[in-house]
């Protein structure tokens, strides 16, 4: 607990040293248009509310002027409120992030993305590159993380935790297991797709076997191992990481058959009526600030100026597995129907 706090501490000092920069002198005209403007609206369907509303806080306050409004949801839910926009011909928002990259393919397919390269993706840590986790001028990360097995650390110990995916299917796990779901949570979607990938259809005939708790959001799956109603979980790492530093009785473990590696991109709508505070939001989300915000809250470093974490493992000592985006975009659909019919909803 003592490693924890002091961790917290340099972090949070780091933080408050980046708050208190001036904005880049570059981003002078950028800063005055988005002034101009004076807000914009950002569809938030990947990052929790309490550090959607930090990130919200941060922004403000280092861009005086501009206000951010966020409307936040489960992916799934975000992107068919955003259609339900566009259909309409309504033009709300300005940035959408979601963690289904499945979206982010279909909206540059429709052209419905603005193309923009901030200057802040010439930071990006060259060892994400090359992982098809966003596309050069169309969209970006706003948080990369993984999807890890998380187990609550005062009734289950270390030694018995499981190790890879299929131990969630042991018989001493039945009524104890939470999850998120793919018809709602991307993480829980991109999750159900690459079990269906390495152990085939019937992963989840032998799931169900376990009774297990679904909820909407993969981040549910945390909240229940906090209460201990459940006491293991597939989680997303940055939401379960973040809530063990809180003092919470949860741990992680990297699955040794890969740890899902997960992308939340984030991308400017091509009829977005705030441009220019748009743009300047993508550049601070790709920035050195928030992208030790999202390393404090259990996040893979994006920005190569950020501060890193030293209490988990480099991202290069982790297997990780991903599908493809054409895996994905093809895929969820009809993994989240093999779901419904072997564990209902």
């Known amino acids: 607990m003592k490693e924890n706090a002091m961790h917290r501490r340099t972090l949070l000092a780091g933080l408050a040293g980046m708050a208190a920069a001036p904005a880049l002198a570059q981003d002078a005209g950028l800063v005055d248009a988005a002034r101009k403007e004076g807000s914009l609206t950002w569809i938030n369907g990947y990052m929790g509310d309490t550090v959607a509303q930090d990130m919200v806080a941060r922004f403000e306050r280092a861009y005086p002027g501009v206000k951010l409004n966020t409307i936040r949801s489960t992916s799934q ?16 928002c300005d940035v959408y992030s979601s963690s289904d990259i499945a979206h982010f393919a279909q909206l540059s397919g429709e052209k419905r993305l603005l193309s923009y390269t901030p200057a802040n993706a010439a930071k990006l840590d060259p060892a994400l590159r090359g992982k098809s986790l966003w596309v050069d001028g169309q969209y970006y990360p706003a948080l990369i993380s993984m999807m890890v097995l998380a187990y609550n650390t005062k009734e289950v110990k270390a030694a018995d935790a499981p190790k890879k995916w299929p131990d969630l299917l042991d018989s001493k796990w039945k009524g104890k297991l939470t999850l998120g779901h793919p018809g709602f949570s991307g993480y829980s979607g991109t999750w159900a797709l690459l079990m269906q990938q390495l152990y085939g259809d019937d992963f989840f005939d032998k799931l169900a076997a376990n009774d297990p708790l ?79 915000l999202l390393v404090q809250q259990g996040g893979v470093r994006l920005n190569t100026e950020a501060t890193n974490a030293t209490d988990q493992p480099a991202l290069a000592d982790i297997v990780t597995k991903r599908p493809t985006v054409e895996q994905i975009v093809k895929g969820i659909p009809d993994v989240t129907e093999k779901w419904r019919d072997a564990l209902g909803g």
């Open 77 to 92: 839910v975000a992107f068919q409120r955003l259609r339900q926009d566009q259909q309409a011909g309504l033009h709300n």
């Open 214 to 292: 679904v909820g909407r959001s993969a981040n549910d799956a945390v909240t229940q191992l906090n209460s201990g109603e459940r006491v293991v979980a597939a989680a997303p790492a940055y939401v379960a990481i973040e809530s063990g530093r809180r003092g919470n009785p949860v741990a992680v473990i990297y699955p040794t058959d890969g740890a899902l590696l997960m992308v939340s991109p984030a991308a400017i709508m091509a009829d977005a009526p705030h441009p220019a505070a748009a743009k300047l939001f993508m550049e601070w989300l790709l920035g050195p600030e928030n992208s030790t």
